[in-house]
Antibody
Framework: EVQLVESGGGLVKPGGSLRLSCAAS????????MNWVRQAPGKGLEWVSS????????YYADSVKGRFTISRDNAKNSLYLQMNSLRAEDTAVYYC?????????????WGQGTTVTVSS | DVVMTQSPLSLPVTLGQPASISCRSS???????????LNWFQQRPGQPPRRLIY???NRDSGVPDRFSGSGSGTDFALRISRVEAEDVGVYYC?????????FGQGTRLEIK
């Protein structure tokens, strides 16, 4: 079964850091680009970052550029999001999502999400 | 950056009736390869999103044929021919042509 499982969310103070992980199974992880998408409480979806299959291409939303770092370990079938200098507006459910082969077709597999709360 | 604008933002529909959601982009979504990368997602209450449609009009596996996508350039639509109770949720369009990726604000479909 194709599956993505996020972990690492929690409560963190403004200015703090957190590292999210996403464990992939059931497919050849190293063949797919991957994404992080977030959803603030009661709000819509916001694309956060994407990384190509071999980490050659990395993109960020302006709202997180310079603070968040996406990375992957294909040997461990894992995707990561290092989040630094966290702000209240980063509070959200963070979804790990597989990019459909072909790279522009959107996310065809999603995890259940992990919740990040930034509050003092 | 490309801005995706959906309408309406709230859509009350009677069971068995059709529904239509509009999605407009601030720039053409035609990519240099000639394809148009406009995708639609459904998010049921308490669930992660699920892709319904990719590249304007291609249904994902398992998506009922009452869902259809259409459009070109900057103007797109998602149509449900006969709304069922399981269709309740929020629908998002998303463009895959340009970086950064962008979602529409979402359209909440509810049963009247």
């Amino acid at each position: 079964e194709v599956q993505l499982v996020e972990s690492g969310g929690g409560l963190v103070k403004p200015g703090g850091s957190l590292r999210l992980s996403c464990a992939a199974s059931g497919f050849t992880f190293s063949s797919y680009s991957m994404n992080w998408v977030r959803q603030a409480p009661g709000k819509g979806l916001e694309w956060v970052s994407s990384i190509s299959s071999s980490s050659s291409y990395i993109y960020y939303a302006d709202s997180v550029k310079g603070r968040f770092t996406i990375s992957r370990d294909n040997a461990k079938n894992s995707l990561y999001l290092q989040m630094n200098s966290l702000r209240a507006e980063d509070t959200a459910v963070y979804y790990c999502a597989r990019e459909s082969l072909g790279d522009r077709y959107g996310m065809d597999v999603w995890g259940q999400g992990t919740t990040v709360t930034v509050s003092s | 950056d490309v801005v995706m604008t959906q309408s309406p933002l709230s859509l009350p529909v009677t069971l068995g009736q059709p529904a239509s959601i509009s999605c407009r982009s601030s720039q053409s979504l035609v990519y240099s390869d000639g394809n148009t990368y406009l995708n639609w997602f459904q998010q049921r209450p308490g669930q992660p999103p699920r892709r319904l449609i990719y590249k304007v009009s291609n249904r994902d596996s398992g998506v009922p044929d009452r869902f259809s996508g259409s459009g070109s350039g900057t103007d797109f639509a998602l149509r449900i021919s006969r709304v069922e109770a399981e269709d309740v949720g929020v629908y998002y369009c998303m463009q895959g042509t340009h970086w950064p990726r962008a979602f529409g604000q979402g359209t909440r479909l509810e049963i009247k």
